[in-house]
Each structure stands twice: as structure tokens, then as C-alpha cells.
T-cell receptor, first 114, second 112 residues
Framework: GAGVSQSPSNKVTEKGKDVELRCDPI?????LYWYRQRLGQGLEFLIY????????KSGLPSDRFSAERTGESVSTLTIQRTQQEDSAVYLC????????????FGPGTRLTVL | DQQVKQNSPSLSVQEGRISILNCDYT??????FLWYKKYPAEGPTFLIS?????DKNEDGRFTVFLNKSAKHLSLHIVPSQPGDSAVYFC???????????FGPGTRLSVLP
């Protein structure tokens, strides 16, 4: 497909377990973003990758959160020792460049921490 | 402290009438604004943008107005259609679109 894809679409895990969420951006998009949307709240910026530059990790809520991106392709968001407050929809977006370009969002991964 | 606010969590409008969605921001450094539309179980999709050098941008039925002195922007949809029923997010950037701060969203229901 031509859009941003994310997997899994749903993830249920137990408190304390690690989870890994995957994002496949649109081919050719150099910028990739991760956001989190908790129930009833807006999109919360987590991390931004742009080409080979150092990622902007300013939105990561704690050191339990980390993300990797291989070149200009797949990205994984890892949450270690999950807590119940990590329950949210995690959205990935990509754009052609990092500035002034609309972001194309994936469908999100709904994470539920029991 | 929310930098981008959408004070109406929901809005209902009759089909054919105008929908006005409002967004207020606190950071005077914001220079680029977007509106996204989100249907259930889907990611947000880009709708329309405006940079701080303009006060209006129009695209078909959608018009965004920016009032920098009031730190306020609004999205007008005319005429509203039932397919416009969705959650609308306002987003703002202080570095011309590198990082965005999103509002909490307004759920629009267009009644047939």
C-alpha cells in the first residue's frame, strides 16, 4: 500500500512487560514522527526523525520509551516495563521533509496495559 | 499547560449550514498551523494549513482564518455535509512545521 502502516493494530500486555511497536512510513519520506493519544486527549508528540540527523527525543515521557529508525525506512517504538498509564493509541506519521509539509498518519496501534 | 486549546469538545451542526471550529494558542512563536480530520479507527488526515504570514487560506468548502493578535484560528466548513462528521485537530508549529503541538480535538457531528 501507499500509506503509512503500523503494526500491530492492537496490543494488550501486562504491566511490567516490554512492547515494541512498528511503523512503515511512506517510501521516500525522510521525516518520521511518533505521537501518543490518550483517551479523550489530543496528540502528544513523542519523537521525530529527520534523515540522518540526531532524532528529537524531547517528547519522550520517560527513559522507558525509546525509538529507532533504520535509515529512512522502518521505525520501532519500544516501551520497557509498561505501566497502565502507557495505555493509549500510538500514532506514527511521515512527511516528505521535516518542515512545512503535511504529515501522513498511520492507523495507529492501540496499546492496553492491564 | 496546554499550548493549543480547542475549548469545544463537541459541536453539532445541521447539514448545509456552516461549521466553525475554534482553536486558541498561547505560544507567540507558533508560525505554522494545520487542521487534521480524524475518523474513528483511522489516523488523522491533513485538511488545510496556514502560515503566520497569512490571515486566511481557502480550499473548497474549507477556510482557515488566523488572528495572530488574538492567538486564535478557526476552521469554517461551508456547506457542512454528513461526511464531515469527524474529530478535528488543530496543530501548531514554532519551527515552520518540524514539530507540532496538537490540540485535544473537537468532535463535529453534521446532522442530516
Amino acid at each position: 500500500g501507499a500509506g503509512v502502516s503500523q503494526s500491530p493494530s492492537n496490543k494488550v500486555t501486562e504491566k511490567g512487560k516490554d512492547v515494541e511497536l512498528r511503523c512503515d512510513p511512506i517510501s521516500g519520506h525522510t521525516a518520521l514522527y511518533w505521537y501518543r493519544q490518550r483517551l479523550g486527549q489530543g496528540l502528544e508528540f513523542l519523537i521525530y526523525f529527520q534523515g540522518n540527523s540526531a532524532p528529537d527525543k524531547s517528547g519522550l515521557p520517560s527513559d522507558r520509551f525509546s525509538a529507532e529508525r533504520t535509515g529512512e525506512s522502518v521505525s520501532t517504538l519500544t516501551i520497557q516495563r509498561t505501566q497502565q498509564e502507557d495505555s493509549a493509541v500510538y500514532l506514527c506519521a511521515s512527511s516528505r521533509t521535516g518542515r512545512g509539509n503535511e504529515q501522513f498518519f498511520g492507523p495507529g496501534t492501540r496499546l492496553t496495559v492491564l | 499547560d496546554q499550548q493549543v486549546k480547542q475549548n469545544s469538545p463537541s459541536l453539532s451542526v445541521q447539514e448545509g449550514r456552516i461549521s466553525i471550529l475554534n482553536c486558541d494558542y498561547t505560544n507567540s512563536m507558533f508560525d505554522y498551523f494545520l487542521w487534521y480530520k480524524k475518523y474513528p479507527a483511522e489516523g488523522p488526515t491533513f485538511l488545510i494549513s496556514i502560515s503566520s504570514i497569512k490571515d486566511k487560506n481557502e480550499d473548497g468548502r474549507f477556510t482557515v482564518f488566523l488572528n495572530k493578535s488574538a492567538k486564535h484560528l478557526s476552521l469554517h466548513i461551508v456547506p457542512s455535509q454528513p461526511g464531515d462528521s469527524a474529530v478535528y485537530f488543530c496543530a501548531a508549529s514554532a519551527d515552520y512545521g518540524q514539530n507540532f503541538v496538537f490540540g485535544p480535538g473537537t468532535r463535529l457531528s453534521v446532522l442530516p
